[in-house]
């Protein structure tokens, strides 16, 4: 069984950027599709990236296209979504998951590993 662990977030103003970072504790994520979700506080947990095992398909929700990406880096055993021009409304726990097939999936159901998430805040 895989441990995730989400890294990265903060408090950030409005246009600005920010790194988040899941790794996998004696696991490697090259072995995983890893993908973030988030939740804000009394909204339902929403898709916002992914990338499958075999890193040939990665899907973005709507609302990420233009301002995030979704990398691995194996070497490192991470993956990253780079956020830039945040808005107030990407504020919300974001929670990084991973699947053991070789699928991709914006429903989170789909999904059989989350970590603990990292709250990003984004300010005016």
């Known amino acids: 069984q895989v441990q995730l662990v989400e890294s990265g977030g903060g408090l950030v103003q409005a246009g600005g950027s920010l790194r988040l970072s899941c790794t996998a504790s004696?696991?490697?994520?090259?072995?995983?599709?890893v993908g973030w979700f988030r939740q804000a506080p009394g909204k339902e947990r929403e898709f916002v990236a992914s990338?499958?095992?075999?890193?040939?398909?990665?899907f973005y929700a709507d609302s990420a296209k233009d301002r995030f990406t979704i990398s691995r880096e194996k070497a490192k055993n991470m993956v990253f979504l780079q956020m830039t021009s945040l808005k107030l409304e990407d504020t919300a726990i974001y929670y990084c998951?991973?699947?053991?097939?070789?699928?991709?999936?914006?429903?989170?159901?789909?999904?059989?590993?989350w970590g603990q998430g990292t709250q990003v805040t984004v300010s005016s």
């Open positions: 990338v499958s095992r075999s890193g040939t398909s990665i």
């Open positions: 004696g696991r490697s994520l090259a072995s995983y599709g």
């Open positions: 998951a991973a699947r053991t097939d070789w699928g991709n999936s914006k429903i989170w159901t789909e999904w059989n590993y």
